[in-house]
């Protein structure tokens, strides 16, 4: 398994800092914590005295940065490099090196000129910060140990290779196209781009392709066990044996969709339909009929239904009191995570700023998603530290990633107020390489505290954080009336599905779309299917490409 | 019994810097004495990253240490070259809400 990014490694301790560890082992640190206190919004700081201001014993200034010596507890300041009292102070008092800044409660070593970093100070930082809330339960969390195993990654989803292979060999030798199995145009049944560029997603993500294409879902087994006709993952895997024959001849999903439309009453109309609505109801569906079968759960309560392997996920939301800094959390499942456009919504002040306006980007997306947000004050929620309603400011993170992260770009805004939607046409970039380790709980939290080599939720550290997309579903044109096109990328070839029309495409054509749904796989299961069987171009004349027109 | 010497105290270098404090020492001792100073503090910050000024600093740190490279960078390396930079673009608004709220302090501190 992957180890943990070396962003967040410990760093190695600077000599005057492993030299005072030697000397005064913890007792600094001990000494010191009943000097932290929690800052609104739940920072740390240091507090030598409550009516006092922080004045330098050398100069008796009040300006610049102070520090206070760790063993002689002299409170010294740093104006600027011409005026830097707590360099002066290590100078003429050996073995003072290392002080704490009192705005932040962060190590710095003077000799170094620079922070340093030590686990064990970092400890006695968030004991303080846990034990001040003595009250409830806040904080326990992040020492708790979970004692649940260890998810494994199973890759390929017990792939059976035999099995596989028995489908593809049954070529259609008229085929011309060197494109790889697998990909077959849908045709549009009135209106149903939404439903098509969700299928092409859905048949190509590869959790879901490996357990279709293994026969995980056996059509003939379901039906003898199950007196319901109506199974949608059925349906789901009739299609998948449609689209991997190697017909390249466009497929109709009819079956699929009268099935659909049986489990949905009200959505089945010829009307347009949102493609991220269709999405979710997939998954609903697909965990309603195999979620409930006895061994669709594990010890740790996670359904095992395949809706749920791929695409289940755990967001965690901190709300902290703005008066007391006491935070409380909770965890909210999530199979997708719906991101606002950033540079939407800017105030007069905004504008008026020197500083141009950033292009639009996911990052930027996520950064929004995961910043602290302050809730207005018809918000207030009640803070059981203070024992009543305060301000309050609430920040996102994600404790779990899931298999396949699913990326909805909020687009269609609806007012309740003004009776109106409409649609952002923005254009948002997005990467194809994604690292979703700056968005973790564990990364987020940390920098709440500030720069702390804590490590929290030591779970997570086995979970690779790094992603490749492997789908793009766009959409063009207006809110009542547009069109869906779904992007795919096998082997690193991009291709355009537009209903029954597949072609190869540039980078490019994808960099400049209009992206509403992305799909980002985690990278090993990406390069892991690049290998596998079924990507594997088909023809052995390596003709000129024929693009696949089919009718409609 | 007669002073042995009369010679003036002696002089602390302390007690001549306390006895005259600025204006501007003034106003901060009261800033702070009263939790002003906090709440402007946690305000100006609240300012500073919706109006992307903090994204903006941290990008140019970005910047220099890829220049500098990671090791060969210390915290007062970057304060002394972020701090012109940082103080020169604050947007305009920000500091005229501040200094607003300042006189608003002022004048309600300042007794009559």
Known sequence: MCSSNNLYKNPKPCKHLADYKLKNGLCGYNLIQDCFKTTPYGRTSLEISKSDIPRCSICSGCQG????????????????????????????????????????????CSVCCDQVYDPDFDKSVMCKHVMGFSRTENGVEESELRL????????????????????????????????????????????????????????????????????????????????????????????????????????????????????????????????????????????????????????????????????????????????????????????????????????PKDLASKSSKPNESLVGCLDLFTRPEKLGSDQKLYCENCQEKQDAVKQMSIKKLPLVLC????????????????KIDRHMQFPFSLDMKPYLASSIVRKRYGNRIFSFDSDESDISTEFEIFAVVTHSGMLESGHYVTYLRL?????????????????????????????????????????????????????????????? | MRHSVNRPPTPDTRDDREKEPTLKEIISIKLIESGEKERLMELLRERLVESGWKDEMKALCREYIKKKGRNNVTIDDLVHVITPKGRASIPDPIKAELLQRIRTFLVSATPL
């Open chain 1, 65 to 108: 940065r102070f520090y206070m010596c760790l063993i002689c507890s002299s409170v010294l300041c740093c104006l600027s490099s011409e005026s830097n009292h707590v360099l002066l102070h290590s100078q003429s008092q050996t073995g003072h090196e290392i002080s704490v800044d009192i705005e932040r409660a962060e190590l710095y």
């Open chain 1, 148 to 347: 649940s195993k260890r998810r494994r990654l199973s890759f390929g989803m017990d792939l059976d290779i035999k099995n596989m292979k028995r489908l593809f060999f049954r070529r259609d030798q008229k085929s011309k196209s060197c494109f790889p199995l697998g990909l077959r145009g849908l045709n549009n049944l009135g209106n149903t781009c939404f439903m098509n560029s969700v299928l092409q997603v859905l048949l190509h993500a590869p959790p879901l392709r490996n357990y279709f294409l293994s026969d995980r879902h056996n059509r003939e087994i379901c039906r003898k066990m199950s007196s319901d006709r109506l199974c949608l993952p059925c349906d789901i895997d009739l299609m998948f044996s449609a689209v991997f024959s190697g017909d390249r001849t466009p497929y109709s999903p009819a079956q699929f969709l009268y099935s659909w439309w049986q489990h949905s009453e009200n959505l089945a109309t010829y009307e347009q339909q949102d493609a991220h609505e269709f999405f979710m109801s997939m998954l609903d569906r697909i965990h309603d009929k195999e979620g409930k079968s006895s061994l669709a759960t594990k010890d740790n309560g996670d359904c095992q239904c395949i809706a749920h392997r791929a695409f289940y996920g755990l967001l965690r939301s901190d709300v902290t009191c703005a008066s007391c800094g006491f935070t409380s959390t909770t965890h909210d499942p999530c199979m997708d995570i719906s991101l606002d456009l950033s540079t939407c919504n800017s105030s």
């Open chain 1, 407 to 422: 990326f909805h770009i909020k687009r269609f805004e609806h007012s309740h107020t003004r009776k109106l939607s409409r």
């Open chain 1, 491 to 552: 082997r690193n070839q991009w291709y355009k599905c537009d209903d029954a029309w597949i072609t190869e495409v540039d980078e490019e054509v994808v960099r400049a779309s209009q992206c509403y749904l992305m799909y980002y796989v985690q990278k090993m299961l990406y390069h892991k299917s690049c290998e596998d069987v079924s990507c594997q171009p088909m023809s052995l004349r390596a003709d000129t490409f024929v693009p696949i027109a089919g009718c409609c």
